[in-house]
């Protein structure tokens, strides 16, 4: 089983639709988690850190489930500039693992007219 | 400009000819970290490095190298390279100032060996 999962997608969105997925992690110990975008192959961006509170960046949400061990991005009303790839990322679970990260597979959005 | 920088941006080679694929940040970042990107796998971490003359195996190490001899580099060598190597493979790096620090990517070296 892979450390980290995603729904590889595409899921096609109508604009001003809202689209969610999730990213499972198989590490309970797993502390930091972040989503990055990747647009067709090139460098990963950081979309924004998920805290243990859930939080909100704009149009985009995103929450954490310990118990169910995933975290989830949730984009309100889509704009044809999301269409991307939104990779999942889980950091090291104890202070002499922080520096691996483990990433998921990426989820496409594809955003349409 | 603060930037994550690599080298070469694309490469063409022959199996067993060594390559080294060089990656250098502006930011005094202590992390800098390889990962390599294949289609359905997503991107895998090869080595990483928490600061000068540290540096520890990602997931995927075999078959490559690193160094850390600067804070500003962290070149990845290929001793003898194989076509299992073809690869997008990016550089990336990263202040060590906590849990949720970001991590900041170069461009991407495409690297295809026949």
């Known amino acids: 089983r892979k450390e980290v999962e995603q729904d590889p997608g595409p899921f096609n969105v109508p604009e001003g639709a809202t689209v969610a997925f999730n990213c499972t992690y198989s590490?309970?110990?797993?502390?930091?988690f972040f989503w990055y975008r990747q647009d067709c192959r090139k460098e990963p961006k950081l979309l924004m850190s998920?805290?243990?509170s859930g939080n909100e960046d704009g149009r985009f949400t995103a929450q954490l489930n310990r118990a169910s061990q995933y975290i989830s991005l949730l984009i309100r009303d889509s704009k044809l500039s999301d269409s991307a790839t939104y990779l999942c990322?889980?950091?090291?679970?104890?202070?002499?693992?922080?520096?691996?990260?483990?990433f998921g597979a990426g989820t496409q959005v594809v955003v349409t007219p | 400009e603060a930037q994550v920088t690599q080298n070469p941006r694309y490469l063409i080679t022959v199996t067993g000819k060594k390559l080294t694929v060089t990656c250098s940040q502006n930011?005094?970042?202590?992390?800098m970290s390889w990962y390599r990107q294949d289609p359905g796998l997503g991107l895998r971490q090869i080595y990483y490095?928490?600061?000068?003359?540290?540096?520890d195996k990602g997931d995927v190490p075999e078959g490559y190298k690193v160094s850390r001899k600067e804070k500003r580099n962290f070149p990845l060598i290929l001793e003898s390279p194989s076509p299992n190597q073809t690869s997008l493979y990016f550089c990336?790096?990263?202040?060590?100032?906590?849990?949720?620090?970001?991590?900041?990517f170069g461009p991407g070296t495409r690297l295809t060996v026949l």
């Open positions: 990336a790096s990263s202040s060590w100032a906590g849990a949720y620090n970001e991590q900041f």
């Open positions: 590490n309970s110990a797993s502390q930091s």
């Open positions: 998920v805290y243990s």
């Open positions: 990322v889980v950091k090291g679970a104890t202070t002499d693992s922080w520096g691996k990260l483990q």
């Open positions: 930011m005094n970042h202590e992390y």
């Open positions: 490095s928490m600061n000068v003359e540290v540096t």
